[in-house]
Nanobody, 115 residues
Framework: QVQLVESGGGLVQPGGSLRLSCTASGSISRISAMGWYRQAPGKQRELVARIFNGNSTNYAGSVKGRFVISRDGAKNTQYLQMDSLKPEDTAVYYC?????????WGQGTQVTVSS
């Protein structure tokens, strides 16, 4: 079992920045990858960014160059630095951890980009 706790969402103006954090606990040694997903109203949940053991990363095309995912192994924490935010980035953002074929999810944190 893995437990995930997110923080850092909020309201920001277009062009602004936010940093999301997610701290994992439980069977963290079995985690093979962590990531962030988001779900906007009326839309399916989509991958935003993912980081693998060894620190390779991948990003959705819509956020590449604006968002950066990172991971602090000593603190069992991953981060999502979001810059140049756009109204279309508005969504609930979910932390994800993968253990073998199982996905674990955080409770979600709201990000709203609006003037």
């Amino acid at each position: 079992q893995v437990q995930l706790v997110e923080s850092g969402g909020g309201l920001v103006q277009p062009g602004g920045s936010l940093r999301l954090s997610c701290t994992a606990s439980g069977s963290i040694s079995r985690i093979s990858a962590m990531g962030w997903y988001r779900q906007a109203p009326g839309k399916q949940r989509e991958l935003v960014a993912r980081i693998f053991n060894g620190n390779s990363t991948n990003y959705a095309g819509s956020v590449k160059g604006r968002f950066v995912i990172s991971r602090d192994g000593a603190k069992n924490t991953q981060y999502l630095q979001m810059d140049s935010l756009k109204p279309e980035d508005t969504a609930v953002y979910y932390c994800n951890a993968r253990v073998a074929t199982l996905d674990y999810w955080g409770q979600g944190t709201q990000v709203t980009v609006s003037s």
